[in-house]
């Protein structure tokens, strides 16, 4: 059993405060016997529906294959957070690729971010962009680590959206006693992020793409024009776009053992009422420095939306919520009261070097994934790199490709037992506080 069918129902978005406060669309049909498209794109989340849409405005004809509904994947179901670059900060990126490699791959992620801004302003309001994300240190020296990026990227970046907080200004802002300090980039924010994806499945619609929902991808027969098939029909296209990401299930092998799908959880709190300002006094978002990181923010009706990683293996615990709510209460004593409403999954993909893989895995077939926690903002540009290579313009789809992305030890079939054994010993590490 796969990412794609081991947690959730057939057809239906997970029980998120997302999908309880979105409007959801009427079900697609699914695909059914022959079509012909220039291009099909497996998976309809923000990568594969922005490749879509990109490519529908040059003109092509572009049909989606979606196991489930639109944003049912991780797309529809995450932090919403819309952070600036990558995992890793960017003297890191440096260190692996040199400088002027790393500036490139700034620019990049900083487009795409502005596509989320852009998207959501013109399209999406009710996604509600909202600026800020803070940065949280647990100990002076990490406070200090992240004054450092800050100045790093205001001065050769020319980035000046980045604020250092020292001890009282974090805890003013973040009431919680666990924080020694961090940052706030105004630039980068936080969006309701099934409504993000949800417009932008509208927006594809309207510029001609055609989406079949409850249509899994069983094989693809590849040659001069490939043959996506699905157990009731088949799509004779001459590109193919893999946008599957964590669901991906082994379409191609050499992308599974890249791209490791890891599960991460949300818990919404009832409506904190006067609390609320007593736990974040700005709209703003917030992850850690742990390695297993928690992020969280409040949603427009003052809920606490607090996401972590709650429990190891691939199959969901069924007691999602708990641990959730120990972890939050653990940072803000003030909401041991606070009950929880909501309680939520969802599965992404991971990469060693925790940058996004870009890949050629045919002659006519890209692949792209692996955002590591960044993808709200890059799977877009992901999405819109790979379609411009289909479309003939390869040159910032081969910049990306051509970033390290090592296999995971052991391949596609002993990853994720390694994987696991790893994590183990990182959330050790994060409860000794090493
Ligand atoms: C709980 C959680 C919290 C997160 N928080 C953040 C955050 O705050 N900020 C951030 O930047 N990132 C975050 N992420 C990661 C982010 O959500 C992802 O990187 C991003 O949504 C990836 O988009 P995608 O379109 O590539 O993949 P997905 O949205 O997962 O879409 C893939 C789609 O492909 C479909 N699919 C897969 N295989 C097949 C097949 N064989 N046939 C047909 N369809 C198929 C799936 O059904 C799925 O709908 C989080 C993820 C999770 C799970």
């Given at each position: 059993m796969t990412a794609l069918t081991r947690n959730d129902r057939p057809g239906a978005y997970p029980p998120s405060w997302y999908a309880a406060t979105a409007q959801i669309a009427p079900e697609r049909a699914p695909l059914q016997g022959a079509a012909r498209a220039d291009v099909c794109v497996v998976g309809a989340g923000f990568t594969g529906l922005h490749a879509a849409l990109t490519l529908a405005e040059k003109g092509l004809k572009v049909i989606v294959l979606e196991a489930h509904r639109a944003g049912w994947g991780a797309s529809g179901r995450n932090g919403g957070q819309v952070g600036s670059g990558f995992h890793h900060d960017q003297r890191w990126i440096e260190a692996q690729v040199g400088r002027e490699r790393a500036h490139a791959l700034w620019a990049l992620a900083e487009e795409g971010k502005a596509?989320?801004?852009?998207?959501?302003?013109?399209?999406?309001?009710?996604?509600?962009?909202?600026?800020?994300?803070?940065?949280?240190a647990y100990s002076a020296s990490e406070a200090a680590d992240l004054h450092r990026d800050a100045a790093h990227l205001a001065e050769d970046y020319a980035y000046p959206h980045i604020a250092p907080l020292d001890r009282d200004e974090i805890r003013?802002?973040?009431?919680?006693?666990?924080?020694?300090?961090g940052w706030i980039d105004r630039d980068a924010g936080h969006v309701h992020p099934l409504r993000y994806v949800l417009a932008l499945a509208a927006r594809a619609e309207a510029a001609g793409v055609t989406i079949h929902e409850r249509s899994t991808v069983t094989g693809i027969a590849q040659g001069k024009v490939a043959r996506v098939r699905t157990e009731a029909g088949e799509v004779v296209t001459d590109h193919v776009i893999l946008a599957g990401n964590g669901y991906l299930p082994g379409l191609d092998r050499g992308y599974a053992a890249r791209v490791l799908p890891f599960n991460s959880f949300i818990a919404a709190t009832e409506p904190l009422g006067d609390l609320a300002p007593k736990v974040l006094a700005e709209d703003v978002a917030v992850f850690d420095s742990r390695w297993v990181v928690n992020y969280y923010r409040l949603s427009e009706d003052g809920r606490m939306l607090f996401g972590g990683r709650a429990a190891w293996g691939l199959t969901f615990p069924k007691d999602i919520t708990s641990k959730l709510h120990q972890r939050m209460v653990r940072m803000f004593p003030q909401l041991a009261g606070a009950k929880v409403s909501h309680g939520w999954g969802g599965t992404l993909g991971i990469t060693r070097t925790r940058l996004p893989v870009v890949m050629r895995v045919g002659a006519n077939i890209v692949a792209a994934g692996g955002y590591s926690g960044h993808g709200v903002a890059l799977a877009g540009l992901a999405g819109r790199v790979m379609a411009e290579a289909v479309a003939g313009q390869a040159g910032r789809f081969d910049a990306l490709a051509a970033l390290p992305s090592p296999p995971f030890p052991g391949g596609a079939a002993l990853r994720s037992p390694l994987m696991l054994l790893g994590m183990g010993w990182f959330s050790l590490r994060d409860k000794l506080g090493v």
């Amino acid at each position: 059993m796969t990412a794609l069918t081991r947690n959730d129902r057939p057809g239906a978005y997970p029980p998120s405060w997302y999908a309880a406060t979105a409007q959801i669309a009427p079900e697609r049909a699914p695909l059914q016997g022959a079509a012909r498209a220039d291009v099909c794109v497996v998976g309809a989340g923000f990568t594969g529906l922005h490749a879509a849409l990109t490519l529908a405005e040059k003109g092509l004809k572009v049909i989606v294959l979606e196991a489930h509904r639109a944003g049912w994947g991780a797309s529809g179901r995450n932090g919403g957070q819309v952070g600036s670059g990558f995992h890793h900060d960017q003297r890191w990126i440096e260190a692996q690729v040199g400088r002027e490699r790393a500036h490139a791959l700034w620019a990049l992620a900083e487009e795409g971010k502005a596509m989320v801004r852009d998207f959501c302003a013109a399209h999406a309001p009710e996604a509600r962009f909202r600026p800020g994300i803070v940065s949280a240190a647990y100990s002076a020296s990490e406070a200090a680590d992240l004054h450092r990026d800050a100045a790093h990227l205001a001065e050769d970046y020319a980035y000046p959206h980045i604020a250092p907080l020292d001890r009282d200004e974090i805890r003013a802002l973040v009431q919680t006693p666990l924080y020694h300090g961090g940052w706030i980039d105004r630039d980068a924010g936080h969006v309701h992020p099934l409504r993000y994806v949800l417009a932008l499945a509208a927006r594809a619609e309207a510029a001609g793409v055609t989406i079949h929902e409850r249509s899994t991808v069983t094989g693809i027969a590849q040659g001069k024009v490939a043959r996506v098939r699905t157990e009731a029909g088949e799509v004779v296209t001459d590109h193919v776009i893999l946008a599957g990401n964590g669901y991906l299930p082994g379409l191609d092998r050499g992308y599974a053992a890249r791209v490791l799908p890891f599960n991460s959880f949300i818990a919404a709190t009832e409506p904190l009422g006067d609390l609320a300002p007593k736990v974040l006094a700005e709209d703003v978002a917030v992850f850690d420095s742990r390695w297993v990181v928690n992020y969280y923010r409040l949603s427009e009706d003052g809920r606490m939306l607090f996401g972590g990683r709650a429990a190891w293996g691939l199959t969901f615990p069924k007691d999602i919520t708990s641990k959730l709510h120990q972890r939050m209460v653990r940072m803000f004593p003030q909401l041991a009261g606070a009950k929880v409403s909501h309680g939520w999954g969802g599965t992404l993909g991971i990469t060693r070097t925790r940058l996004p893989v870009v890949m050629r895995v045919g002659a006519n077939i890209v692949a792209a994934g692996g955002y590591s926690g960044h993808g709200v903002a890059l799977a877009g540009l992901a999405g819109r790199v790979m379609a411009e290579a289909v479309a003939g313009q390869a040159g910032r789809f081969d910049a990306l490709a051509a970033l390290p992305s090592p296999p995971f030890p052991g391949g596609a079939a002993l990853r994720s037992p390694l994987m696991l054994l790893g994590m183990g010993w990182f959330s050790l590490r994060d409860k000794l506080g090493v």
